[in-house]
């Protein structure tokens, strides 16, 4: 499809356990985001890929959390040892151009809503 | 505290009827504000994009409004559809910010038959 892919789309896994999220931008966007959406709450930025680098990691909550993207294209978000709060949805987005004070409408996917017990 | 703040957090409105989402910020240095709408387990979708020098931006039944003197926006939307059921979130780019974005927790809209 032409919009922003993710998988899986839910996730159960087990207190402790490591997990990782995938992300598929769209075709020729170089920025891509992740956010996090807990229940009842706003969305909340976790980090900021221009190309295959991270200007802005300021929003990963804790060392637990990190990502990459390869290839300009493809990106994966892990949690390691997973705790109960981070049980939440897990959004990507793209858009044509990042940089700073970018007009550029963000293309969301669906989500990773994942459920650590 | 959070720095973009929504009302009302819910209303419920018949089909065909008009309705007005408001949205206050603090976000400071402003670059830009996004209205997008969320349907239920999908991702949000961009409605407008309105800068610093933008008072008003139309997107088919849905009109955004600015006053970046006051920091208010607001969101109109005409002739209600019972797609248009929805979370609506107010959202403000914080400039120099590398596009992050601040989200308001957003107005759920009921639209009745």
């Known amino acids: 499809g032409a919009g922003v892919s993710q998988s899986p789309s839910n996730k159960v896994t087990e207190k402790g356990k490591d997990v990782e999220l995938r992300c598929d931008p769209i075709s020729g966007h170089t920025a891509l985001y992740w956010y996090r959406q807990s229940l009842g709450q706003g969305l909340e930025f976790l980090i900021y890929f221009q190309g295959n680098s991270a200007p802005d990691k300021s929003g990963l909550p804790s060392d637990r959390f990190s990502a990459e993207r390869t290839g300009g294209s493809v990106s994966t978000l892990t949690i390691q040892r997973t705790q109960q709060e981070d049980s939440a949805v897990y959004l990507c987005a793209s858009s044509i151009t990042g940089g700073r004070d970018s007009n550029q409408p963000q293309h969301f996917g669906d989500g990773t809503r994942l459920s650590i017990l | 505290k959070n720095q973009v703040e929504q009302s009302p957090q819910s209303l419920i409105i018949l089909e065909g009827k008009n309705c007005t989402l408001q949205?206050?910020?603090?976000?400071?240095?402003?670059?830009?504000l996004r209205w997008y709408k969320q349907d239920t387990g999908r991702g949000p979708v961009s409605l407008t994009i309105?800068?610093?020098?933008?008072n008003t931006k139309s997107n088919g039944r849905y009109t955004a409004t600015l006053d970046a003197d006051t920091k208010q926006s607001s969101l109109h939307i005409t002739a209600s559809q019972l797609s248009d059921s929805a979370s609506y979130i107010c959202?403000?780019?914080?400039?120099?910010?590398?596009?992050?974005?601040?989200f308001g927790a957003g107005t759920q809209v009921v639209v009745t038959p």
């Open positions: 309105m800068t610093f020098s933008e």
């Open positions: 959202v403000v780019s914080e400039a120099d910010s590398w596009g992050k974005l601040q």
């Open positions: 949205c206050n910020y603090t976000v400071s240095p402003f670059s830009n």
